[in-house]
């Protein structure tokens, strides 16, 4: 099978479309980032992911990691393909030009991350984890800690990490015990245990700065208690260079069923005595600075949904072409076929392609409207703020559902060859089922998306992306080819309509109502927008065929037929979903908890 | 992780509803087995496979199979739990008591099933294949083959497989090329390569009773040229005991994503100038002699997909009730709760447990229809043969769709621990991950039913099936606690009426528009007929409340609460799949092949 291919030409017709960047470059934050630059920018950007990283994923999923009491080391292959990427420059990609990045728009970033996670998922979460960290100290460390750290985290030099689930507090963070005590000098000792900890040692940098959530001596019980501190694992002496090593150890890494190259570590701070740290951001205010960086790495989530499936989608349809099985129906000819030739074979291929970009815009839109938000003043600030809180929930939770759900029907397509590790699809399919669950249970993403995201503004910032989600119906109008999509969408924004209303009610009167179906609720978002940034995919497909477009008439009309097919086929679902929706929780507890159990 | 415990009262409840033992045993073939005495023989039967098998689940898994040019090893704890199966004689459940077996219905060798499966899915493949096997010697042997090959295959002694892979004929059978010469002696030399084969080399029985379809030499080009031989891994001796090594070999075992512990063997047949076989049945009916096991091993694959996600399913609700992680909402209790009281949580299990006792019901139902077949005369036979067919297909492939999403949701009740293999719950997901795809993947199952099954009778078969579902509703009729089930199943069978009519009218016009929507519409039959029995669930249970039966209220009640779920919450996801059904072709080919690549 052949390595993953950025797909460079649907990055940058997602970029010029739902991604805005003539609108975003229009502005003096984002004058560097014009759509000629970035397209150039890509070009190299997926040659170096296609070239030097997408051959070590397969070597690195077999190879593994190996512990031992000084250190983890990785996959032999992903020394040069770090190095190299050192190197090339590509960590600073949406970083502050102040401390060497390239201040990027969060879209140009965001697409770019599908080569990297696509190319190699595992190591992916590297950059991923330290752009972060990076994110969080640009906004809330002190002047001299950007200085000391960002430089050498911007460069890919240092790596980074968030340290916040213990044993007994995952979403429930508020449960955390590590305590970090305060020194004479200012900085803190930190005592405790990490687990899940991505990356939190590993060989590819020489020094690792952690971020880590600890509750100081006289804090208060919960998450009103809990204050942000910077662990590096080497300190860093007076020229700013790591020096002594710090008290904190990788006590052992988990055996995980994928992202096996990826080390997710158990970190014990403080065995001889407390790992020196220094507090970022105010006391008891470390939750705010994590939550900064949490939208990020939601959305980098959902990102990673649409790279995992898309390089899944490109071994299938590979496959799909090279193997000779069963006659064509219709067809006159006497021989065996490719399957991309058998209709259900070629349904499997157009619904990942459509759920691909249906997820991809997502995950666009939202960026872009993150970098709306940066580069816009007051009260249309506004706006473009509550739509990326709206929208972060959808992204990470239903990009990754649809991500999986696409991943394996790429791996369907291979028959029993896909099951064998050797087809490469299998890896793909085992790496993207962490993407439901990291960063938030998609679980919690519907909570929080009916629980906290609905209520802003007594639900008004809801209902005007609503509104702007109906506006499309009205540029489909007199389009015949698009008259279907047009109805299949109008019903759905009737049906989410529909099902906000009794979200909403019930959730005030009793919110177990609402609670019991966000999921269903979720996933009914999810289509609606996906089909809303899908309709608008096919008007400006059609534009750019009008407008003799260099893509060519071909690739162009592929996206409308992807379009199409996402809206009349794959959003009708949203039918499917409202009675979930608004059934309300009693019949979940008509059953005991202990009943449930079989017997 | 507590190991996996056979759900007996749920497997005997699923026995005299959906799988009619009082009907059958009613019958002279089936006297011996009425419902007592098979409730009797599960206690026992449940027992050893929590006991002997359950705990070999996990290490065997971890540890694997050691190919070498001598042979597979399978796992050091295989041996004990093998030799314990064939001691206690589980293997004949079904099998033909002139030889051993005990004869028994195939509704309760399928309840059955779920125990050896749950207990360990790798391992159960061994029986499983054998049986298969022996049931097709059972139909097309001769008497002297039998006599020489039953009586230990029925005890466990020896094992059987089924060779009909080749490298380049998966699906389509037709193009393989093994080579079969016919000697003096009226044996054959078989020579050529076949893949995939399940336990086709292992260390656990005496003899390997190898099944394979290869052609002889003047043998028409096609499926009607395939011939089916019984090549045994040790010639017998004058005594019948395993004597010369015959000239088949594996040669490599594959690396699979799941059931690790299962050998997939490539054999080799003939390198030493050709392993000596024996016809089976009629030269040149090969296939057809196949297709006798294949509904069997079709059904089977559908009580795996239940059989592993019961396994999961029960891991979720213990971690559930024991993770505390979390507030209870519309509670004043201050501290966090078992993650199980959350409402999200609750709809995950309760769904879960839904789609179990659905998926149950349906292979239940089929099981006990192959035995009304196999114990009525004449034109009613006819009527449950039909029913078979039909049904066939949709148990296959819809009962591991939902077994892998049902094993997926299992997976993320666990959260980050679900990711970790020693959660157990990892292995689950990934052995389901084979069930959509073998015994005919889960498209050709799609085919088949469009393509072969509605057919039957010019669509009468199927239309008398609908009519005796929507029977139920009379019965629903004035039941104020069911109502709403019954206005969801009266839609859904409107539904499947108006997607059948459109198939059916279109697939004669064009085929490729019914074959478009196959898989949609195959997974509309499942909801439908799962919907169906679980009606006839909440209906029984009723019944048995009323008769106060042994099981106990709150037992019973919970089989309404879930059969009421899948009714009113599950089973409107029908109305989304019309529109993909009834779409037509001509979508899927207005991208070609070439360009559905991404670029």
Chains 1, 2 share one sequence.
Not at 65 to 94: C, H, I, R
Request: net charge negative; charged share 25%; hydrophobic share 40%.
């Amino acid at each position: 099978m052949a390595d993953y291919r950025t797909p460079k030409k649907d990055l940058l017709f997602a970029l010029r479309t739902a991604g805005m960047i003539d609108e975003l470059s229009s502005r003096e934050r984002f004058a560097h980032a014009d759509y000629e630059t970035v397209a150039g920018v890509f070009e190299e950007h997926g040659r170096f992911f296609d070239e030097v990283w997408a051959p070590t994923n397969a070597p690195g999923d077999a190879e593994g990691l190996t512990w031992s009491e000084d250190g983890v080391t990785t996959p032999e292959v992903f020394k040069e393909a770090w190095a190299k990427y050192v190197e090339a420059g590509w960590q600073g990609m949406n970083l502050d030009p102040d401390y060497g990045g390239m201040g990027f728009p969060e879209v140009v970033y965001s697409l770019g991350a599908e080569a990297v996670i696509g190319s190699n998922a595992a190591l992916s979460m590297l950059p991923g984890l330290t752009t972060g960290a990076v994110e969080l100290l640009q906004h809330w460390g002190t002047e001299e800690q950007k200085e000391r750290y960002l430089p050498k985290m911007i460069s890919g030099e240092w790596s980074g990490t968030m340290n916040l689930t213990e044993p007994q507090a995952g979403s429930d963070v508020g449960l955390s015990t590590t305590r970090a005590v305060p020194q004479d000098d200012g900085s803190f000792l930190i005592t405790g245990t990490k687990i899940f900890i991505s990356f939190g040692e590993h060989d590819l940098t020489s020094n690792i700065i952690h971020l880590v959530l600890a509750r100081t001596p006289d804090a208060p019980a919960g998450t009103r208690g809990i204050s942000l501190f910077l662990v590096p694992k080497f300190l860093l002496d007076d020229d700013g260079n790591p020096g002594a090593r710090n008290d904190v150890k990788c006590v052992s890494i988990e055996h995980k069923m994928g992202i096996h190259a990826s080390p997710t570590c158990v970190l014990s701070y403080g065995d001889e005595g407390g790992a020196i740290g220094w507090l970022v951001g105010e006391e008891n205010q470390g939750l705010n600075a994590m939550f900064t960086m949490m939208n990020a790495a939601r959305l980098a989530v959902g990102v990673q949904g649409t790279g995992i499936a898309e390089a899944a989608y490109q071994k299938a349809v590979d496959y799909a072409a090279e193997r000779v099985q069963g006659r064509e129906i219709g067809s006159d000819e006497k021989g065996s076929v490719p399957i991309i030739r058998h209709p259900d074979v070629r349904r499997m291929l157009l619904s990942m392609r459509a759920r691909i970009e249906a997820t991809r815009n997502l995950t666009t839109h939202l960026a872009a409207s993150i970098d709306m938000a940066n580069s816009t003043e007051g009260e249309d600030s506004q706006g473009w703020d509550e739509r990326v809180e709206l929208l972060t929930p959808v992204a990470k939770a239903w990009c990754t559902d649809v991500g999986v759900e696409v991943t394996s029907t790429a791996l369907q397509v291979f028959g029993g060859m896909g099951y064998i590790e050797e087809s490469g699809v299998a890896q793909h399919f085992r790496d993207q089922r962490i993407t439901p669950i990291y960063e938030g249970t998609n679980g919690i993403q519907a909570m929080d998306l009916v629980g906290r995201k609905l209520p802003i503004r007594a639900g008004a910032a809801f209902a005007d992306l609503a509104k702007e989600m109906r506006r499309v119906l009205t540029e489909l109008e007199g389009i015949d080819e698009l008259a279907a999509t047009r109805d299949s969408l109008a019903a759905a924004f009737d049906e989410l309509d529909t099902a906000t209303a009794w979200v909403m009610e019930h959730g005030l009167a009793d919110p177990r109502d609402a609670l019991a179906g966000a999921t269903p609720y979720l996933e009914l978002v999810g289509l609606t927008a996906g089909g809303w940034l899908m309709a608008r995919q096919a008007l400006a497909a059609r534009r750019e065929i009008e407008q003799g477009a260099a893509d060519g008439k071909e690739y162009l009309e592929a996206k409308v037929t992807s379009a199409r097919f996402f809206c009349e086929q794959l959003v009708p679902k949203v039918h499917a979903l409202t009675p979930s929706i608004t059934a309300g929780h009693g019949i979940l507890y008509e059953v005991d908890a202990e009943a449930l159990a079989s017997s």
